[in-house]
């Protein structure tokens, strides 16, 4: 099984993030899946800070929007059998199930429905201010309103650049993350979502599973489980996306997309 995971960030910039990615890959997925780990190539915004990119509605709509098109039918091109948006900016996800003829998985989705396999009340943690409403139009699209505890940000200013930089010494941001957690348990949630690739998979590696009894969903591992189980439902009960829900755009328009 190959699962193609998708990034907003070029890894040309964030070296760390990647081996750590690659590294917990191995350990989460399963045998005989490869995890196909891919950050957007564009050379157009790939110099702009991320707060320029997500801070800015229409720079995000012309930096990362068309490099998830691309993205995806190089995925089909290379025999993936599914696709994983591997952010919590969850970037055109209708889109992409309507284009995709493989299963198309998202983070925030997979780590919400993971979540709520543990508890009623999930809550959120994030490190950036410009992320939050990105995640608010994920709970409206997922319709996650009632079960979703809060939003919260670690404390301090802390940039995905920082993090990738400390990867070697994580305790000052994971004893913020924890405190976040903390913030989130005292505001009635369950179990909590690390809600930031950078910060899940420092995370994840340095083993935080729980605080204070609440489980921490692994939010890198966990999509890729989940895009193990769809590439399975499609297999074995021909479950796949909806066309009603998601219809696909003709040979002559995918052969648009594919050369613009």
Known sequence: M????????NFTYFPN??????????????????????????SFGSHL??????????????????AFVKSLLDAEEAGADAFVVASFSEPILPELRSLARIPVVSMPEASFMAASMSAPKV???????????????SASLHKWKDRLSGIHLIEGDVS???????????????DRLVAGVREAIAAGAQVV?????????????????????VPVIDAIGTPVLFAELAVALKK??????????????????RNLLAGA
């Not at 993030?17 to 899946?33: M, N, W």
Request: charged share 20%.
């Open 123 to 137: 809550g959120l943690v994030t490190l950036n201010k410009l992320v939050i409403p990105f995640i608010e139009k």
């Open 193 to 213: 979502i690390p809600a930031e690739g950078v910060l899940g998979v420092m995370a994840a590696e340095n083993g935080l599973t729980e605080v204070d009894g």
């Open 17 to 42: 993030y990647e081996k750590a990615l690659a590294a917990h890959f191995k350990r989460v997925a399963s045998p005989g899946t490869e995890v196909v780990l891919n950050g957007r190539r564009s």
């Open 2 to 9: 190959k699962i193609w995971y998708q990034s907003t960030l």
């Open 160 to 174: 995905e650049a920082e993090l990738d930089a400390n990867f070697s010494s994580p305790g000052p941001y994971l």
């Open 49 to 66: 800070d991320t707060a320029d990119v997500i801070g800015s509605p229409i720079m995000y709509h012309t930096v990362v929007a068309p």
């Open 236 to 253: 074995r009960t021909g479950v796949a996306q909806s066309r009603v829900a998601y219809p696909l755009p003709s040979d002559a328009a």
